[in-house]
């Protein structure tokens, strides 16, 4: 049979992410008892004020600006210049369904060889490959928490020069998604001279900047907002996380005020014309009032960060003393601990993978969590790849959408005032790690 989709499509697959939902489902189906830490969706109860902002837009049904509402826009701007103490106008910003497509977007119409750090977010690798481009990874090593030094970038940058493409693009996330780790100033800066001085546009990913657990570290970030031309940062957030809006869809990327973050703005408003046009019109109006800088919404978000820091590190704890090799988040919703002090057990279970390790939890210990390898992560490579799952903390709440509310509101301010809080379903996530971790210290080598 003649090809149906050309060969670059033909590589695509239903995101990890995504995949470990339907093996939930599937499980759960099946009447076994999974509890979910491979999906990263924020589920704690929206903030009241932009929850009925959203109802009283409802009957908005108007194809929005392609750019976005403009409202929306100076809220966007007026909000990360107060955070990083820079100048932003609204015309610098373009909002989208979700960050997402606006990643999608940059990398199909930006140029050159991409660097990125491994582990990274699962989606980077396939819309890089997707946008018909080559890959360098900027290894990072668990020792150092993953920390991305002028070597790892000088070496992956020469790997691509050997291959004979130049790398123009390089992407970073901080906080990290799958480590949990907080980027240095010193860090942010020796990227961005390594990218200034070789002419490389850097994209910063800060969807979960809101979530530092150390509130000075909001403010680090390479985009300044400069106007001049020998270097472009370009910054991308969005509502899905501090929020937890996933579904309402509205990201968007932050251009700095120079001819080429110009040239790179509008080329993506022309291929948003094209593709999706414009960020639904409810959720747009919403996210004006949730990117505001109310005292109200300071609060929210801070509620936000402090039940994250609280389930988080007690997750790391519980890792740690069950003798797994992990480092302590330092914000997003994420730990991202490896099994490989247990190598020799897990070996003789016929366990040789993160894949490996991740469906045997499935099936064996009724825990979901994404295997390393779907961050980039070579299981076989010198840097510990091997026997690293990222764990989501954020389904560990609430049991459906009634409780969500009934009892999310309550607990967000509990935490937030240093009140004792409880999680049952975190209880029950250590229970079942425990019990992991039991078979594999029974099993004889
Ligand atoms: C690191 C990172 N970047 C971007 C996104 C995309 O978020 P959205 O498209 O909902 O804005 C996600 C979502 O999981 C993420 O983890």
Redesign the pocket.
């Known amino acids: 049979m003649a090809n149906v989709v050309n060969p670059i499509a033909a590589k695509l697959h239903v995101s990890p ?1 995504l995949e470990i939902n339907e093996l939930v489902s599937q499980a759960r189906k099946e009447g076994k008892r999974v509890i979910h830490l491979g999906f ?2 924020a589920t704690f109860p929206i903030a009241r004020e932009v929850l009925q902002a959203h109802q009283d837009a409802s009957n908005e049904t108007s194809y929005m600006p392609v750019a976005g509402v403009e409202a929306l826009r100076a809220s966007i701007a007026n909000f990360n210049a107060n955070r990083l103490g820079v100048e932003i106008s609204p015309d610098q910003v373009v909002v989208a369904p ?4 606006l ?1 999608f977007a940059l990398f199909d119409i930006l140029d050159g060889a991409v660097l990125l750090p491994r582990p990274s ?1 699962v ?1 980077y690798e396939p819309q890089v490959l997707h946008a018909g481009k080559r890959l360098f990874w900027v290894e990072t090593d668990p020792v150092d928490r993953h920390t991305i030094t002028e070597l790892s970038l000088l070496s992956a940058y020469h790997e691509a020069i050997v291959e004979g493409v130049v790398p123009r693009i390089m992407l970073i ?1 901080s906080p ?2 799958p480590t949990g780790r907080v980027f240095s100033a010193d860090c942010i800066r020796t990227i961005k001279e390594f990218c200034k001085s070789r002419g490389i546009i850097l994209i910063t ?1 800060e ?2 900047s809101d979530i530092c657990y150390d509130e000075s570290q909001k403010e680090i970030s390479a985009f300044d907002s400069s106007k001049d031309d020998t270097e472009t940062v370009i910054l ?1 957030g ?4 501090t929020y937890s809006a ?1 579904g309402w ?3 968007y990327a932050i251009f700095p005020p120079s001819s080429k973050g110009e040239l790179i703005r509008k080329t993506i408003l022309a291929y948003a014309s094209e593709c999706w046009s414009a960020a639904s019109a409810p959720a747009q109006l919403a996210s004006i009032k949730a990117f505001s800088t109310s005292q109200a919404m300071c609060s929210y978000r801070q509620s936000v960060t402090a039940l994250h820091r609280y389930c988080t590190g007690r997750l790391y704890s519980v890792l740690k003393e069950l003798g797994l090799d992990v480092a302590q988040p330092e914000g997003g919703f994420y730990v991202y601990p490896s099994f490989s002090p247990y190598s020799a057990q897990l070996n003789k279970l016929g366990i040789f993978t993160s894949a490996d390790l991740s469906a045997w939890l499935i099936r064996e210990c009724g825990l979901a969590a994404l295997p390393g390898s779907a961050f980039g992560e070579d299981d076989d490579g010198p840097l510990y790849g091997r026997f690293r799952l990222r764990m989501a903390t954020s389904y560990l709440y609430f049991q459906n959408e009634v409780e969500r509310y009934k009892k999310g509101y309550t607990l967000l301010e509990r935490c937030a005032s240093g009140e004792e809080v409880q999680l049952p379903y975190l209880e029950e996530a250590i229970e079942s790690l425990k019990n992991a971790v039991q078979k594999l210290r029974s099993v004889r080598i």
């Open positions: 992410t990263g969706e979700g960050s997402k497509p990643l977010w989606s996330n990290s998604n990913d969807i979960y991308t969005g509502l899905s996380k996933g869809r509205v990201g």
